[in-house]
């Protein structure tokens, strides 16, 4: 498999005394799920955000062979690195379909047609609410509705920071599965930033553990499957509350 993103050596920095991130190098190869896990604070959003170029970093960012840490996020965004933000972000005072054209504003008009009727067929709980206010969505059909918007834009890599939070376990089982359909039907790559170990796995080929800034182990998923490997990963790496 091809690297469609590598990471080396990012450090991020907020003001001149806050390290968020320090020395983080890791790579997505082309079509697969790479997930970052760790507790609040570990600095995984601030990894998320440096890639789409939303703060600052030092380190090298390279996607498909060539070096975009330079670039600001809007050319990333034309790049096909399209982030989906923690706590979703949706307008509210739009329409569901008004959320999802926003998502493709710059791509061609009949792309972005056959794109929302594609979005529209995979989240069928959305699809009968189109027309409807995007604040009327309960919070799981919110979270479809920001991976849908991030969908329109046409992605190479979906950087998805924490699509369960918030969710009940079943919705969030919901999107997990409809996340996996999406891999299943395309190239499309994913960085995705989570808490739950559990939950991680269903989708995740390679998983890296962060704490306090640094990445401090990584795992294959299928070096996971039985549960005495799955706990003392947990156990190494993150906290009782990951596993649940
Ligand atoms: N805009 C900011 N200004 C100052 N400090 C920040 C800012 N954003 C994040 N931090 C700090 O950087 C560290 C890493 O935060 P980050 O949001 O990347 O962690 P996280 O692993 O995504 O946490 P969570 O799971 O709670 O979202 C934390 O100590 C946080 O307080």
């Given at each position: 498999m091809t690297e469609l993103l590598s990471v080396a050596s990012l450090s991020v920095f907020y003001g001149a005394?806050?390290?968020a991130v320090e020395g983080v190098s890791f790579?997505?190869?082309s079509g697969s799920v790479v997930a970052l896990l760790g507790a609040n604070g570990a600095g995984k959003s601030s990894i998320m955000k440096a890639v789409a170029g939303l703060v600052r970093g030092t380190g090298a960012l390279t996607f498909d062979g060539e070096r975009i840490d330079g670039l600001p996020a809007r050319e990333r965004v034309a790049r096909g690195i399209v982030y989906v933000p923690e706590g979703r972000e949706i307008v509210g005072d739009l329409t569901v379909r008004e959320n999802l054209v926003l998502g493709g504003y710059?791509?061609?008009a009949a792309t972005r047609r056959t794109r929302l009727e594609m979005v529209l067929e995979l989240f069928p709980e959305i699809a009968g609410k189109a027309n409807g206010g995007a604040w009327r969505l309960s919070g799981g059909e919110q979270q479809?509705?920001?991976?849908g918007?991030?969908?329109?834009?046409?992605?190479?890599?979906?950087l998805?920071?924490?699509p369960s939070l918030g969710l009940a376990p079943l919705l969030v089982r919901r999107v997990f599965d409809r996340l996996g359909t999406i891999r299943g039907e395309s190239e499309l790559a994913i960085l995705l930033v989570e808490q739950?170990?559990?939950?991680t796995m269903?989708?995740?080929d390679e998983i890296h553990f962060l704490r306090g800034g640094r990445l401090i182990g990584h795992k294959r998923a299928e070096d996971l499957k039985d549960e005495t490997a799955r706990q003392d990963a947990v156990d190494a790496y993150l906290g009782a509350a990951a596993a649940e």
């Open positions: 005394n806050q390290q790579a997505v190869p710059n791509v061609p479809m509705l920001a991976i918007r991030g969908l329109m834009a046409g992605p190479r890599l979906l998805l920071d924490e739950n170990l559990r939950m269903r989708l995740a």
